[in-house]
């Protein structure tokens, strides 16, 4: 499984962007999306989550400002930021929890629990 994100970037204070991460590969299924981010100097922290029956958590940073969503079908994970704090700067990372499909020694499908996997990271920057 490939987590790619994009949508990062640089923006004034106030402004909005949109992260985009999608998860690729085959025999798969998500169980749960997010992404982190993590500040130079600092440890690497939950912004927001969603499971894929669409319940979400949100750091209370990220309260009322950040919008997590799920495009189940394409394993797709987004996160709008609107009024952006230069303090939101940071690497942010994909990240997902995942189950693997595969079929038993009689033919059944079967699921089972799998590594989380993380994407490459994308730059936010938010100016003063």
């Known amino acids: 499984v490939q987590l790619q994100a994009s949508g990062g970037g640089l923006v004034q204070g106030g402004g909005s962007l949109r992260l985009s991460c999608a998860a690729s590969?085959?025999?798969?299924?998500?169980?749960?999306m997010g992404w982190y981010r993590q500040a130079p100097g600092k440890e690497r922290e939950l912004v927001a989550s969603?499971?894929?029956?669409?319940?979400?958590h949100y750091a209370d940073s990220a309260k009322g400002r950040f919008t997590i969503s799920m495009d189940n079908a394409k394993n797709i994970v987004y996160l709008q930021m609107n009024r952006l704090k230069p303090e939101d700067t940071a690497v942010y990372y994909c990240?997902?929890?995942?189950?693997?499909?595969?079929?038993?020694?009689?033919?059944?499908?079967?699921?089972?629990?799998?590594?989380?996997?993380w994407g490459q990271g994308t730059q936010v920057t938010v100016s003063s």
């Open positions: 590969g085959s025999l798969f299924s998500v169980n749960d």
């Open positions: 990240h997902a929890d995942i189950y693997v499909n595969y079929y038993d020694d009689y033919g059944q499908p079967q699921t089972r629990p799998d590594d989380d996997y």
């Open positions: 969603i499971t894929s029956d669409g319940r979400t």
